[in-house]
């Protein structure tokens, strides 16, 4: 059974452009959230999807959307890159009837130059 | 706004040491609380957690950890590290009915051997 997984694992941008992160959840999980990890922090919640469609936000800009397919894999976009926003992305899965029991990815690191 | 303090940045012990690490949140609700932990090179894992019932709570790997609601506390215990504990380890909140994580700046556990 595979855990959740996420890709690239390693992505290095410039300020401005855009970029685009993926992530599969467990097995039998329906419900994705993301996370961003800045170094030498703890994972900051950016959103949470379920049944395609956005549940909880954090306090992250409008920069910051994502998107979940019918198959519950999910993809996190950020716009007009800021050197800030290099940090690891995290993705973590839940199924619907214990979505406290979340399960992390490996995550994506994101370096913007 | 939420928060979990983790007051131990860093932490040196040699083996067969106790350990106690702190954690501190600010809500006056119903929280969900738990512990993860990330061994080098690893995912965030779930060490344990504690939803209601009896206060403390029994994790993996002989860890456990002690809700104390009046203190706002929620602090993990060992009562002799191995070096194999060498690892940051988060705490995290949930409100209860919500979703939205709120995860502490961790603490890197070093145990020298």
């Known amino acids: 059974d595979a855990g959740v997984t996420q890709s690239p694992t390693h992505l290095i941008k410039t300020r401005g452009q855009q970029v685009t992160l993926r992530c599969s959840p467990k097995s039998g999980h329906d419900t994705v959230s993301w996370y961003q990890q800045a170094l030498g922090q703890g994972p900051q919640f950016i959103f949470q999807?379920?049944?395609?469609?956005?549940?909880q936000r954090g306090n992250f800009p409008d920069r910051f959307s994502g998107h979940q397919f019918p198959n519950y894999s999910s993809e996190l976009n950020v716009n007009a890159l800021l050197l800030g926003d290099s940090a690891l992305y995290l993705c973590a899965s839940s199924p619907t009837s214990l979505r406290e029991t979340q399960y992390f990815g490996p995550g994506t690191r994101l370096l913007v130059l | 706004a939420q928060s979990v303090s983790q007051h131990n940045h860093h932490v040196i012990l040699s083996e067969a040491a106790s350990l106690e690490l702190g954690c501190n949140y600010s809500y006056g609700g119903t929280v969900n609380l738990f512990w993860y932990v990330q061994y080098p090179g690893q995912h965030l894992q779930l060490l344990l957690k504690y939803f209601s019932g009896d206060p403390l709570v029994k994790g993996i790997k002989g860890f456990e950890a002690e809700f104390i609601k009046s203190k706002f506390s929620f602090n993990l215990r060992k009562p002799s590290v191995q070096w194999s504990d060498t690892a940051e380890y988060f705490c995290?909140?949930?409100?209860?009915?919500?979703?939205?994580?709120?995860f502490g700046s961790g603490t890197k556990l070093n145990v020298k051997p």
């Open positions: 995290a909140v949930t409100l209860r009915n919500f979703n939205k994580f709120y």
């Open positions: 999807y379920y049944e395609e469609e956005e549940r």
